[in-house]
């Protein structure tokens, strides 16, 4: 172990060296990590814990004053240039330092009813609650685009599939609307983990609450927080909010990453369903002809990153409550978590903006592998009042004796007589309207169906709730940015500048 150093806070009560090398490499240097995360929000939570001191009476406002004005200037001073060391603890301790170096006894104050563990919990939230706006931008911004080509191609025939098999005709669009309509979910959700992270613990006191009369409610109102923590030891330990986050984010992610994995495959040469925007490829450095779908891979593995830190979340969570092992990794994890998932978003919402739908090709396959069975099925059923399943073996039999052929009345009548015993006298309009795939996707026209007009009303809900979510968030940032203002005057007033 090394002697401690000038001003390390450790060598109070029982720890008289410190801190080991290994310590600080292992443990500090993470913590300090943080400081650029939690940088602004440290000094917005010393300002607000001073001014609750001084309007509770417990301290003296000139005591304080020269601490309140260089508070202020640190909001100013970017995180890199603050001498942040690891070797006195995480972010707050190095700044408590540096506070005490600059005005002696008076930074103490900061520790008054509260602990360190408060204050960046505090910046934590706040930070958090900053990154899951930005994350439920990009999400937007993704569906909006989703919304776009699910528009566009609103009448673009496709043979849709389930196990890359063809299955019943469909548009393009309505397979594009699907991923849209998990954008929306993805809002909801990271409004709840907003909800979650917009809990404030100021004048948590450690864990049972402060004996020094701070207004708690006052406090989360001078940082911005809707909600005040109705249970002081939950809301400076509990991690929970911290899952719902990650969670979040990784749902982000799952929606890209399904997009990806179809594009793979729809953009190979052997479909050749789509084309990728040029810039969003890479060229082999060997082979000239080869064109590879690079951003696809950017999001299929770092959608594989993001749901490695969620079950790493879920795994540090698993600890006795009030524990910091299940904190220590959680600032730099999970704030690193939504930037990538934003990242992975805005590049999804590039790879739609830029995608090429071979509209052409689409529509041949649209019309072909007997892709209007199950509605000929469907027709005969109804027509012959036969159950369904019966007119399903009918159809099934003759398509298996029709090959790569055409289904025939005659096929139809006589895979009837095989299933049933008595051939089938079909209307020859029935068998011709279950091959004209522009008529069966017309006639999709439920709510939600693929139906051309259908789509481009999904398409226009898809483009309401974006507005609506829009505005939610400028609201959460005008609020935000109120608080912060709110708080600088009032200290402001109090330092007497």
Known sequence: MTEPPDGYLGTHGRITRGPAPELVEAGYALETADAALLHRGLSL???????????????????????????LELLDVPAADFPYDPVYGDAYNSRERVLEAELGDEAGWLHLGRT???????????????????????????????????????????????????AQPSTFGHYLGQFAEQCLRHLTRLRAAYDSADICPAGAGGAGGSRIPVDRSRL????????????????????????????????????????????????????????????????????????????????????????????????????????????LYAYGEVAGTLQLAGRL????????????????????????????????????????????????????????????????????SSAAAEVTGEPLAVDPELLAASVDARALV???????????????????????????????????????AAAEAGLTTAARAFAGS
């Open 45 to 71: 939570a010393d300002l607000a814990h001073l001014l609750a001191l001084v309007e509770a009476g417990a301290v003296d406002p000139e005591r304080v004053r020269r601490l309140l004005t260089r508070l």
């Open 116 to 166: 360190r563990r408060e204050a960046g919990r505090i910046a934590f939230r706040i930070a958090l609650r900053g990154l899951l706006l930005d994350l439920h931008d990009d999400v937007c911004g993704f569906a909006a685009a989703l919304a776009t080509a699910e528009e566009s191609h609103a009448d673009t025939l496709w043979a849709d599939s389930t196990y890359l098999q063809p």
């Open 220 to 327: 989360a109102a001078l940082l911005g927080f809707e909600t005040v923590g109705a249970n002081t030891r939950d809301a400076m330990w509990s991690v929970d909010a911290l899952v719902d986050a990650v969670t979040a984010a990784v749902q982000t992610g799952l929606t890209v990453n399904q997009l990806a994995e179809d594009l793979e495959i729809f953009a190979s040469p052997a479909f050749d369903y789509v084309e990728l925007d040029a810039s969003l490829c890479r060229a082999s450095v060997l082979m000239p002809q080869k064109r590879n779908p690079y951003a696809l891979a950017v999001l299929r593995g770092g959608v594989g990153t993001l749901s490695g830190r969620l079950a790493g979340a879920v795994a540090t969570a698993r600890t006795p409550s009030a524990r910091t092992d299940n904190w």
């Open 345 to 412: 978003v805005r590049l999804g919402a590039a790879v739609v903006r830029g995608l090429t739908v071979n509209v052409e090709r689409l529509a041949g396959l649209a019309a072909g592998d007997f892709i209007g069975a199950a509605d000929l099925a469907e027709d005969l059923s109804q027509a012959q009042q036969l159950d369904y399943r019966t007119t399903y073996r009918i159809v099934g039999r003759a398509v298996a004796a029709a090959g790569d052929g055409q289904l025939t009345v005659e096929g139809l």
């Open 442 to 480: 017309a006639a999709r026209s439920a709510p939600g169906g693929a139906a051309p007009e259908r789509v481009r009303e999904h398409a226009g809900l898809v483009r309401r709730t974006i507005g609506t979510q829009g505005r939610w968030r400028d609201e959460r940032h005008h609020g935000l």
